[in-house]
């Protein structure tokens, strides 16, 4: 009688010693997901064109429709419209910043049809 108590609690040591390490095991799977999912944001930003142009709550939804695509051509596609989008804001930003630009008068500024400046070290021979 002593005998099967004793296995009796045996058994159900071992059982709550399995529950705790089935519970110990899905923390750690979990905070394992939780470290994945944090460097794969962080590669996300790394990867996102003019992320600096974007807020939080715009990141996160392009991100979220990157990980939506089911294709990688649909994922190529909501790329190019990223980049398209973020080349307009960051032309109608110049724009706001500098109203001038593009008007050829700066001394910096060569105008339309002019080429780039070409600015020589002195004593190279050609002025």
Known sequence: M?????????VASLAL???????????????????????DQLQDRDRIYRDDLLSEQ????LTERLRQARTEQERERIRLEHR??????L???????????GSGTGMGNPGKNQGPMIIRPKGSGRQ
Do not use: C, W, Y
């Open 2 to 10: 002593k005998r099967q108590t004793t296995i009796k609690a045996l």
């Open 58 to 61: 715009e990141r996160i939804a």
């Open 17 to 39: 010693t399995g529950l705790g390490l089935a519970s110990a095991q899905d923390q750690f799977r979990t905070q394992i997901q939780d470290v994945l999912r944090t460097q």
């Open 91 to 101: 032309r109608a930003m110049n724009q706001v910043q500098n109203p001038s630009a």
């Open 84 to 89: 398209e989008k973020m080349d307009m804001r």
